[in-house]
Structure formats: structure tokens, C-alpha cells
């Protein structure tokens, strides 16, 4: 790999000018598509294959023609003042926008029953429910309520004495596409300039630190070009671009924040500019490249859960993450080398404020001379004063059982209350209150029940007919029982029951196992209640092969790249705390989390854990090579990484906590979530658990079986810096013309 990103170095400063074209090229391209990237996106991926909800929707068409047809209804919703005149004025705006639209009408006799209504009301005007006549199943009747709402601009101001809305399941799916796409809009333009702060703060140069944000726009801005592409000919869920989002902004930063802080480190120590720059790509470039691999075989673990709505986030994901690592790899140093020492010169108004930053600002601000063996400054080596880092691990290390064990305590009280976790589904509840979508639904629940937009839907044999309606008539969830639809063929029934409570709620869910227990041999049970239920057993019960898998993931990475057995098992242990930490803190703020969340932030955690890993394990294990002691092996190691790792951690954080106020709950959970584990992990974990427990370990720390070494490769990544120093100098005999200020 070393040789490999040495050859790309060269390769990219010949071409420097074809490499920034493609470039621009691609942006060109993507920004129009990503402008669209919500416009075909999926409220649907809540269907298991085989479940028995599924198994439903496949019988239905042998019942009647339109019997697997979604529900969807307008409603007028009159205000005190409203007339009979502005009621019929919304309803022809209602039948105009469904003219217009295709598969949705207005019946003409659903017309004249409610006109009729509108009359008989007189100057007492009341909420209407005007159910609409959909052609299409559950999934394209999104689209339909998509298309009403724009026609009918449900997202601008209230239209006046009567309120026009849309319910039915598949309209709370519509209002909340809306609803994400504003939130999006409103994450991205508070997240970037929290971002771009604290990159000037680190850098202290408004140049430096424009270069990992500008990758992370244009990071994210190719993935939502090919999240629309991808949707055309895939179901992709409503949720997969703030997952994209929120993941690309931190994730794309980040890794530019690795390769561009290693390069600025070498410029500090001496080198030349063509020489810093391979030596960052031979190093913190490999690093960049093995940590987005990783996160991305993590991810990949979420595909193990039989749901399209997960797995298209995690689809979402991995691109924006593989994307990242190629801007890293080849967008970011090509700029370097054309701006030259504008990347890595400190900008005066800025000298000041990063003096005064700490750990987060030495790492730029020049190190204090410390003499190592081989006759280099450590600082030199590491980029900034061992000073703190050394006083640091002996602090922790002094009494590292007494400290380990606090530490592990106040993570396990953090995870405590995840053991009364609760999950929920659905679009219902991620409305804030008084959204249009919302009061469109507690208006026709009033009118109708709950319940009416969702029944709950039974498929039996016409013999069993009469036990059926026994069964779903004796059960308390049940409010009423719809007349029974023969099948064509006479062996079948189709059987609808209205339910007291939505079809997202709690109630439905459990009056679906009910009827399932209960019911005859052979019948199905299906509904917006019955496929949320059987999407809960699948992702729950799913959620043990996910975490085996990202464990085994970062097991088998992390024994590669450190040669050590123990050293993996801890760092599996610490991320299970740090998800477990996790988990109890957003039991504690919300009290029912969405199902999705779980193996969503178990797989991204343990996925970004691995950069925090790789970039402070690997490099002690380099000094661990040289000196043979291990305290002293941390302490120069987390004085070579801390500092980006914290600064890399903040900007992940802030990103993450961004989303967590601004999104809808499922957006909030997973923003806090993440933004919690990553803040542990970058804290209690690599600043306290890992120097404590390596010092507790000592040469265990290091034990690999004689056998297993002899056949692993040596992946050492910090130790390529001096590889590529030695042959950059000698391949280039004249300086890079380049590379000039």
C-alpha cells in the first residue's frame, strides 16, 4: 500500500490539472441531481420478505380488483367562521388537484355525499373526511399523496377558514419527506459553519481550513446526485439523505483532516513540500483509506437486517464514506500542491487564538525541542510537545486500577438505563406539534377514529369465515368490522376491522400478535399495524447478528493492523460501553427510541471508533517498537494523535449534535446517539481506558500466538513516513515547481 499511495503522489503532481477537472466535472454533474435526491425517495422498507404481513399483500389480488389499493383521504377541516361556500371551494380545489394528479380521483357519488353534507350543515360547518379513489398499492400511493401535497401546497401558509390536509398512512409518509427535507436544509447551514470555526481555530488559517470543508461539500453533494440515481431503480427510505448527510460532513472533514494535519506536521518538522506530502499520504493517507474500508464493511453489517429502509441508509452511508476517502486520497493533495505554502503558513490574526487552544492547538503552533536517540526532535516526529501527553498517562497510570475502574463505572451507570429501552415505528409520531400533517390526522381522528386510515386486515378461508369475525369482533382493540369481501374464486375472505388506536401504535401491534395466536390455520393478518410488527421482530431479532459481525470486523482489522490479540478484544469491549452509553442516554431523553436506531448506532460507532483507533493504537505501537515500554509507548503515541484525534472527534460531534436538534425524532436519535458515543470514545475511552489498560496489560498487550505472527502481514502505517520521506527525496532530484507560495 505504502508504494502504491507514493506512485499516486507522483501521479497525481503530473496531472494535477486532468485530476482537478474531473473534479469540477463531477461536481458540475451531481449538482443538479442532488437538488432532486429527495424527489423519488421511498416511505416504504418497513416489508420483511416472508413475514406474514407480506405474505398479505401477495394474496390480496386474488380477492377484487383495487382490494390491495391504498387508503388516502382529503380533509376539510372548517374553522369557526368557515361558510358553506368556502367549503365547497375547498372541495373543488381538493377534486381539481386529484383531476390533475395520476392514480387518485374523487368519486362523483364521495362529491355528492359531501356536498350534501356542506348543505346540511348550513352556517354549522364541521371537519369533512373525503376519502380519495387510489389505482396503486400502499408503496405508490406515497407518491400520489407526494404529488397532492404540492398541487394543493399543503407545506405553505394556512389556507384560511377551511384547512386542507391529506391522511392515510401513505400522507404521513408524504408530510414527513417534507418535513426532512427542511430539516436537511436547516442541519447543512447550521453544520458547516459550526464546522468551518473550529477548522480555523485548529489550523489557524482561513485557507487550510476551507479545504476539508469545501471536500465535505463536495463529498456530500456527489452523494445525493447518486442516492437520486440509485432511487430510481431501487427503494431508497425518506431518511437516507440526512444519514448521508450527517455521516459525509464529519466523515469527509475528518479524513481531510488527517491527511491535510500529517502534511502541515511534516512542512513543521523540516521537510520539503513534495516531501510532506507523500509522507502524509504514505501515512495518514493509508490511514484514511483503512479506516473508510472499515467503517464500510461495518456498515455493511446493517444488510444483514431483511429491511429496505435500513439497509438504504446504510447504502447512503457507504457511499458518502467511500466517496470521502477518495476526495482524501486524491482531490486534497492535488490542492495542496497547487496552492503550495499557502496550505501550511499560519495566518497572523489567528496566531494567538491557537496558542491559547491547548491540546487541540498545539498540534500546529510548534513544538517544544525534545531529543530522541536517533537525533530528530519528538516533536518532529509527533507534531507537538510530549510534555502534556507524558504527564497526562502518568497521571492516569499511576493508580490505572483505581482509574480504569471509575471510568468503566460511569459508562456502565450511562448504559444502565438501555436495559428498560422501547421501539417504536412509524411516521405519526416524528411530527413536532402543530405541523400540517399532524393536525390533518387529530382533525379526521376526531370525525372517524384513529384507526380508520389503518385497518387491521385478516385473509381467511371462506369456511372460517364466522370464527374470524368472532375472533377480531372479541378482541378490545377493535372498534368496528367492515362488511366481509368474497373472493373471486369463493375460497377466500377478506376481512377489515377498525382498530381504536393508529396503525403505528403500541395497541394495534399487540392486537395483531392476538389475532395471529387466535385466529384459524391458514388465515394471514395484515395492516399498517401487522408489517410494523413484523418489522420489530426482524430488526430486534436481527440485532445480534449485526453486532457479531461489526465486532468480528474491527476483531480481525485491528489484529492485522496492531499484530495483537489483546489489544482487539479491548477495543471491542470499550466500543460495546461506548454504545451501551449510548443507548442508555437516549433511553433517558426520549424513553421509546425508533427500531432503526439500535443496529444503526451500533454499526456507525463501531465503524468511526476504528479511525480514533487505528490513528492512536498504530502509532503506539510504533513507539512501543522503538522504546520496549509500554507507558512510555502511550505517552508519545497519544502525544503524536491526541490532539487531531480531538480535534477530528469535535468537529464529529458537533456535526451529529447539529442533526440531534434540528432533525425529526429518528434524525434526533441518531444524531445523539452518535454524537454521544463519539464524544466517549474520544474522551473516557482513548484518554483514560486505553493508557490505564495498557498499563495494567503491559507485554500482554503485545501477545500474538508465534504461529498466527508468522503468517500475518506487518501493517505498520505510522512506521511508512520514513519509507516515503527516502523515496520522494531520491525520485525527485529538482525541485517541484508547484510547489511554490
Known amino acids: 500500500m505504502q508504494t502504491f499511495m507514493l506512485k499516486l503522489d507522483r501521479w497525481l503532481r503530473r496531472h494535477r490539472r486532468a485530476v482537478i477537472g474531473v473534479w469540477i466535472v463531477l461536481v458540475v454533474a451531481a449538482a443538479p441531481l442532488a437538488a432532486k435526491q429527495s424527489e423519488h425517495l421511498s416511505s416504504g422498507g418497513y416489508a420483511i420478505p416472508g413475514s406474514q404481513s407480506q405474505r398479505f399483500v401477495a394474496q390480496l389480488p386474488k380477492i377484487a380488483p383495487g382490494a390491495q389499493d391504498g387508503l388516502l383521504a382529503g380533509v376539510l377541516a372548517a374553522k369557526a367562521e368557515a361558510t358553506a361556500a368556502e367549503m365547497r371551494q375547498a372541495l373543488a380545489k381538493l377534486d381539481s388537484a386529484a383531476e390533475g394528479a395520476a392514480n387518485v380521483s374523487l368519486a362523483p357519488a364521495v362529491r355528492a355525499r359531501t356536498e350534501h353534507a356542506i348543505e346540511a350543515a348550513g352556517t354549522h360547518q364541521h371537519t369533512l373526511v373525503v376519502p380519495l379513489a387510489l389505482s396503486v398499492n400502499e408503496e405508490g400511493a406515497t407518491n400520489v399523496a407526494t404529488e397532492l401535497r404540492q398541487r394543493l401546497d399543503l407545506s405553505g401558509p394556512d389556507s384560511g377558514p377551511v384547512e386542507l390536509h391529506l391522511v392515510g398512512q401513505t400522507a404521513l409518509w408524504a408530510g414527513l419527506q417534507d418535513l426532512s427535507k427542511k430539516d436537511l436544509a436547516t442541519a447543512e447551514k447550521a453544520g458547516f459553519p459550526i464546522v468551518a470555526l473550529i477548522l480555523v481555530a485548529v489550523f489557524g488559517s482561513l485557507i487550510a481550513a476551507t479545504l476539508p470543508l469545501a471536500l465535505g461539500a463536495v463529498s456530500v453533494m456527489i452523494t445525493g446526485a447518486i442516492i437520486y440515481l440509485l432511487s430510481l431503480t431501487m427503494e431508497m427510505s425518506v431518511f437516507v439523505t440526512n444519514m448521508a448527510s450527517m455521516i459525509g460532513i464529519g466523515v469527509a472533514v475528518d479524513y481531510s483532516l488527517f491527511v491535510l494535519a500529517r502534511y ?15 509522507t502524509a499520504l504514505a501515512t495518514s493517507g493509508v490511514a484514511v483509506i483503512f479506516s473508510g474500508a472499515t467503517v464500510v464493511t461495518a456498515l455493511l453489517g446493517l444488510y444483514m437486517v431483511h429491511a429496505g429502509a435500513i439497509r438504504s441508509m446504510a447504502l447512503g452511508a457507504i457511499v458518502v464514506v467511500a466517496v470521502s476517502v477518495l476526495a482524501a486520497a486524491t482531490l486534497l493533495p492535488t490542492i495542496i500542491s497547487l496552492l503550495g505554502t499557502r496550505t501550511h503558513g499560519r495566518e497572523r490574526l489567528f496566531a494567538r487564538l491557537s496558542t491559547n487552544l491547548g491540546a487541540v492547538g498545539t498540534i500546529f503552533t510548534g513544538p517544544r525541542a525534545s531529543r530522541r536517540a536517533d537525533g530528530r526532535k519528538a516533536g518532529d516526529a509527533f507534531g507537538e510537545s510530549k510534555g502534556f501527553w507524558e504527564r497526562w498517562t502518568a497521571l492516569v497510570t499511576r493508580r490505572p486500577a483505581l482509574v480504569a475502574s471509575a471510568a468503566a463505572i460511569v459508562m456502565l451507570a450511562l448504559a444502565l438505563p438501555a436495559l428498560k429501552l422501547h421501539t417504536s415505528d412509524g411516521a405519526l409520531r416524528q411530527f413536532p406539534k402543530g405541523n400540517e400533517t ?14 380508520a386510515s389503518s385497518p387491521i386486515e385478516a385473509l381467511a378461508p371462506a369456511s372460517e369465515t364466522a370464527k374470524a369475525r368472532a375472533v377480531m369482533a372479541a378482541d378490545p382493540e ?10 373471486r374464486d369463493g375460497r377466500e375472505v377478506l376481512i377489515r376491522a377498525i382498530p381504536r388506536h393508529d396503525g403505528e401504535s403500541s395497541q394495534g401491534q399487540e392486537a395483531v400478535k392476538r389475532l395471529r395466536a387466535r385466529m384459524p390455520a391458514g388465515m394471514l393478518v395484515g395492516g399498517t399495524a401487522a408489517y410494523l410488527s413484523d418489522y420489530h421482530a426482524e430488526v430486534m431479532g436481527s440485532m445480534w447478528k449485526v453486532a457479531l459481525f461489526v465486532m468480528c470486523v474491527t476483531f480481525f482489522v485491528l489484529m492485522l493492523l496492531l499484530r495483537s490479540i489483546v489489544l482487539p478484544i479491548k477495543a471491542v469491549a470499550m466500543n460495546l460501553l461506548s454504545v451501551g452509553a449510548a443507548y442508555g442516554v437516549l433511553t433517558l431523553v426520549f424513553g421509546t427510541v425508533e427500531t432503526l436506531i439500535p443496529p444503526l448506532v451500533l454499526a456507525v460507532v463501531f465503524g468511526l471508533s476504528m479511525d480514533y483507533e ?14 520496549g515500554d509500554t507507558r512510555q509507548a502511550v505517552a508519545e503515541g497519544l502525544s503524536s494523535s491526541a490532539a487531531t484525534i480531538t480535534s477530528a472527534a469535535l468537529i464529529m460531534v458537533c456535526v451529529f449534535s447539529v442533526f440531534a436538534l434540528t432533525g425529526v425524532p429518528s434524525i434526533k436519535q441518531l444524531g445523539l446517539g452518535c454524537a454521544l458515543a463519539i464524544a466517549i470514545d474520544a474522551t473516557i475511552v482513548r484518554l483514560v481506558l486505553v493508557p490505564t489498560a495498557m498499563e495494567l496489560l503491559g507485554k500482554w498487550n503485545w501477545w500474538l500466538p508465534s504461529g498466527l505472527a508468522q503468517r500475518l502481514p506487518d501493517t505498520s502505517i505510522e512506521a511508512l513516513g520514513q519509507h516515503a520521506v527516502a523515496a520522494v527525496t531520491k525520485s525527485e532530484r529538482r525541485p517541484v515547481a508547484t510547489d511554490v507560495a
Not at 502541515?264 to 506530502?277: D, F, H, T, V
Not at 399532524?438 to 384507526?451: D, I, M, T
Not at 377493535?478 to 373472493?487: A, D, G, K, Q, V
Open 614 to 627: 487505528v490513528f492512536l493504537l498504530s502509532r503506539i505501537r510504533e513507539r512501543y517498537a522503538v522504546t
Open 264 to 278: 502541515r506536521q511534516e512542512i513543521k518538522a523540516g521537510a520539503e513540500p513534495e516531501q510532506a506530502r507523500a
Open 438 to 451: 399532524l393536525r390533518g390526522f387529530e382533525a379526521a381522528a376526531q370525525v372517524e377514529g384513529a384507526g
Open 478 to 487: 377493535i372498534r368496528n368490522l367492515e362488511p366481509t369481501i368474497l373472493s
